[in-house]
Nanobody, 115 residues
Framework: QVQLVESGGGSVQSGGSLRLTCTSSGSTVSRLPMGWYRQTPEGKTYLVAL???????NYGDFVKGRFIISRDDENKISYLQMNDLQPEDTDVYYCNAVEYSTVYWGKGTQVTVLG
């Protein structure tokens, strides 16, 4: 069973940066496809960024070049570097990973951007 733990959320002023970390454990696979999603208070979920097992990336439209997803395969960690944060980026951010077609989720980390 894969466990995912997010960290790095918090409050930041508009224009600031945060780096989210997703630490995975329990997988028998050396490289997992991993991603970051955000969820609104109304329960809507949006893609933030994906990184494939081989390092290919994909981003949600709202990112507009401000975020970078990366991975550390030795330590089974994915990172989301978020720059030029805006108040509309405020949400709970979740990490996920896919192992043999099963999707696992972390518990989320709150990101709040003060305008």
């Amino acid at each position: 069973q894969v466990q995912l733990v997010e960290s790095g959320g918090g409050s930041v002023q508009s224009g600031g940066s945060l780096r989210l970390t997703c630490t995975s454990s329990g997988s028998t696979v050396s490289r997992l496809p991993m991603g970051w999603y955000r969820q609104t208070p109304e329960g809507k979920t949006y893609l933030v960024a994906l990184i494939s097992a081989l390092g290919g990336t994909n981003y949600g439209d709202f990112v507009k070049g401000r975020f970078i997803i990366s991975r550390d395969d030795e330590n089974k960690i994915s990172y989301l570097q978020m720059n030029d944060l805006q108040p509309e980026d405020t949400d709970v951010y979740y990490c996920n990973a896919v192992e043999y077609s099963t999707v696992y989720w972390g518990k989320g980390t709150q990101v709040t951007v003060l305008g």
